[in-house]
C-alpha cells in the first residue's frame, strides 16, 4: 500500500483542477481529502450554523477590527474576545481549529482555507499551490458550469480576487507567491493526472527526508 505520514495542503487557482488533483492524491495514499468538508467539521465543532461557513467561505474581509482583536486576544473559544470578534473571523478561527483537529487525526490532504498556514509549525505538513494558464481555466470553468467564456473569466477573476485577499489578509502571506508553498505546480502544462503523481512523487521524497 502506497503511505504517506504528511499533510498535504493545497492552494489553487481557480479552474486549475485543484480539487480534483487533491483528490487523486489522496486516493493514491488511501487517505482523506477535506475541501468543503473542512466547512462542516468547522461548523459541526463550533456550534455555528454552516450556511454562515459557506457565506463566507474564503472571502476577504472588510474589517479593520481583526488586528485590534488579534493583539489582543490569541486564537481559541477560550479568548474572552471571542464572542465580540466579528462574524468572518469566529469563522476563519473555527475552520482554523478544525483544521488542526483533523491534521492531528493523521495524514490527510487540505484544499485551500489557509491550511498551509493553519499547519505553518507541523513538520509533517507539505503545502503546493496549483495554477494555470488563463486559457486553459477559461475552458475548464466554461465547460464545468455551462457558461460562456467571458462568464467563465468573469467567474476566475472574481474567485481568484476573493481567495487571494482572504489568504494574504490572514496569512500575512502572499497567495500564489512561491516562497509561500513547498512546491508550485502548473496544472495546464502538465495535466490533472501528471500534476498529481508530480506532487505525490515530491511527498514522497519529503516523507524520505523526515526519516
Request: proline letters at 2%; aromatic letters at 12%; one cysteine or more.
Amino acid at each position: 500500500m502506497n503511505k504517506t505520514s504528511s499533510i498535504i495542503t493545497i492552494g489553487r487557482e481557480f479552474g486549475s483542477g485543484g480539487r480534483q488533483i487533491g483528490q487523486e492524491i489522496a486516493n493514491y495514499f488511501g487517505i482523506k481529502c477535506y475541501d468543503k468538508e473542512l466547512l462542516e467539521h468547522a461548523a459541526s465543532d463550533s456550534g455555528i450554523c454552516k450556511e454562515l461557513f459557506e457565506h463566507h467561505d474564503e472571502k476577504p474581509t472588510n474589517s479593520f477590527l481583526y488586528s485590534l482583536v488579534m493583539d489582543t486576544y490569541s486564537f481559541g473559544y477560550s479568548s474572552a474576545g471571542f464572542n465580540e470578534m466579528p462574524m468572518n473571523h469566529k469563522i476563519f478561527l473555527a475552520q482554523f481549529e478544525a483544521i488542526k483537529k483533523l491534521a492531528g487525526e493523521g495524514p490527510c490532504v487540505m484544499v485551500g482555507r489557509c491550511a498551509d498556514y493553519a499547519l505553518a509549525d507541523w513538520k509533517d505538513c507539505f503545502s503546493v499551490f496549483i495554477h494555470a494558464d488563463m486559457d486553459a481555466r477559461i475552458r475548464r470553468i466554461a465547460e464545468k458550469y455551462g457558461k460562456p467564456d467571458k462568464k467563465a473569466k468573469e467567474m476566475i477573476v472574481k474567485t481568484d480576487k476573493s481567495r487571494s485577499s482572504y489568504y494574504n489578509y490572514y496569512t500575512n502571506k502572499k497567495w500564489g507567491d512561491a516562497q509561500s508553498y513547498h512546491l508550485c505546480v502548473d496544472s495546464s502544462k502538465l495535466g490533472i493526472e501528471n500534476t498529481a503523481k508530480v506532487i505525490i512523487q515530491a511527498v514522497q521524497i519529503f516523507d524520505a527526508s523526515k526519516k
